[in-house]
């Protein structure tokens, strides 16, 4: 049973599209984050969401936007896509008092 | 300056080695991951710290919060141990709450045959 999955693990796309990432965690987990892996392989936070409620947001720019329909899923949206958002995107999850995190396996975003 | 520095940032080894990789922080933190990544892409917890040490199998992962810094050894080195660890930190904020991990640019560890 995954803990924490997100789909799709490959996503290629043109320039200018909107497209969706989902995760969702079955560990009963109150906080879930989403970072981004860039071409270096340097891991970054992008938000996090606590209990419904947005916690950081580290001056990513806009047309990203998180979505929580609840506790379990944390999605993804990004508009108007451009060629420096080609990335990994990993979605994790852990507990609110600093517990240990578990990681989705990563979805690779190509913008061409 | 980021404020996780991981050293090296490369090391090849040859199997049956003890391997050391450090990390040092700047930041108050309250919590220390090691983390790893093999080259297929996922991301996995090996140990969450915040004092002293924790041994999993022919893993050891030490901190000293007093001088911010941890270790990651592997005892026995094997080639499937190549990947690339990973040190994170979360840091430590006045009412607590729930914060997202700061990383290192990772080590990429080689262990041939």
């Known amino acids: 049973d995954t803990a924490v999955s997100q789909t799709p693990k490959y996503l290629v796309t043109q320039m200018g599209n909107d497209k969706s990432i989902k995760c969702e965690q079955n560990?009963?987990?109150?906080?879930m984050y989403w970072y981004k892996q860039d071409s270096k392989k340097f891991l970054k936070i992008m938000f996090s969401?606590?209990?419904?409620?947005?916690?950081i947001n580290e001056t990513v720019p806009n047309r990203f936007s998180p979505k929580s329909p609840d506790k379990a899923h944390l999605n993804l949206h990004i508009n108007s896509l451009e060629l420096g958002d080609s990335a990994v995107y990993f979605c994790a999850s852990s507990g609110t008092w600093n517990t240990e995190a578990f990681f989705g396996q990563g979805t690779r975003l190509t913008v061409v | 300056k980021n404020e996780v520095e991981q050293s090296p940032q490369n090391l090849t080894a040859q199997e049956g080695e003890f391997i050391t990789i450090n990390c040092s922080y700047s930041?108050?933190?309250?919590?220390l991951h090691w983390l790893q990544q093999h080259p297929g892409g996922g991301i996995v917890s090996l140990f969450m710290l915040s004092s002293g040490k924790k041994k999993h199998g022919r893993l050891i992962a030490t901190i000293n919060i007093q001088e911010k810094h941890s270790s990651l050894h592997i005892t026995a080195s094997h080639p499937r141990d190549s990947a690339v660890y990973i040190c994170?930190?979360?840091?430590?904020?006045?009412?607590?709450?729930?914060?997202?991990?700061?990383f290192g640019k990772g080590t990429h560890l080689i262990i041939q045959p």
């Open positions: 994170a930190v979360r840091s430590q904020r006045s009412g607590g709450g729930a914060d997202g991990l700061t």
């Open positions: 560990l009963g987990h109150d906080t």
């Open positions: 969401y606590n209990n419904k409620e947005l916690i």
């Open positions: 930041v108050g933190i309250s919590a």
